[in-house]
T-cell receptor
């Protein structure tokens, strides 16, 4: 069975600093990988996804993630965090051919200090 | 274009009562998914509709939960009777393509509290 681990429950960064949110997955083959963000009062919004090809994926709002097969990781990064990035971030894995049946991690709450 | 809409946004009910959650997907999206997040835990898949048919209901916790999607448009998720452990946020998502290569759009969720 597939699984996703987000080891950091909370992370605090200063505005303008860089950030990296960790995600490790367990899956028997090459998975589909996603990062979603949920801002207060909002639904989940897709930041970026990896299906195949270039292992460095660019997303919206200046986010990027790198798929590392050898480490079973898909960490999310942003070089300069804005106060509006404060939200909860979810990593998810999907099965090839399995539609959008996703397995999510427990989420990482990002706090941005001004 | 309207996004995925869920009603109500919040619901507080007593144990043993019935609650019905509704999801209106994006128009034209054949795929509709229900997910649930129990406090502090991960978001878990409940079931998947393709049009009006249940493609996968492997995540439904028990027979107190009934999902329908009559006519392949909006969907309802009924919990009857509700138990304390049913509290959580219920998300609905829709997508065009079953292969997963297109984005799933999520609603804002319904926060259900059973007291």
């Amino acid at each position: 069975a597939q699984s996703v681990t987000q080891p950091d429950i909370h992370i605090t960064v200063s505005e303008g600093a860089s950030m990296e949110l960790r995600c490790n997955y367990s899956y028997g083959a090459t998975p589909y990988l996603f990062w979603y963000v949920q801002s207060p009062g909002q639904g989940l919004q897709l930041l970026l996804k990896y299906f195949s090809g270039d292992t460095l994926v660019q997303g919206i709002k200046g986010f990027e993630a790198e798929f590392k097969r050898s480490q079973s990781s898909f960490n999310l990064r942003k070089p300069s965090v804005h106060w509006s990035d404060a939200a909860e971030y979810f990593c998810a894995v999907g099965q090839r051919g399995g539609g959008n049946k996703l397995t999510f991690g427990t989420g990482t709450q990002l706090k941005v200090e001004l | 274009e309207a996004g995925v809409t869920q009603f109500p946004s919040h619901s507080v009910i007593e144990k043993g009562q019935t609650v019905t959650l509704r999801c209106d997907p994006i128009s034209g999206h054949d795929n509709l998914y229900w997910y649930r997040r129990v406090m502090g835990k991960e978001i878990k898949f409940l079931l998947h509709f393709v049009k009006e048919s249940k493609q996968d209901e492997s995540g439904m916790p028990n027979n107190r939960f009934l999902a329908e999607r009559t006519g392949g448009t909006y969907s309802t998720l009924k919990v009857q009777p509700a138990e304390l452990e049913d509290s959580g946020v219920y998300f609905c998502a829709s997508s065009q393509d079953i292969k997963g290569s297109t984005e799933a759009f999520f609603g804002q969720g319904t926060r259900l509290t059973v007291v």
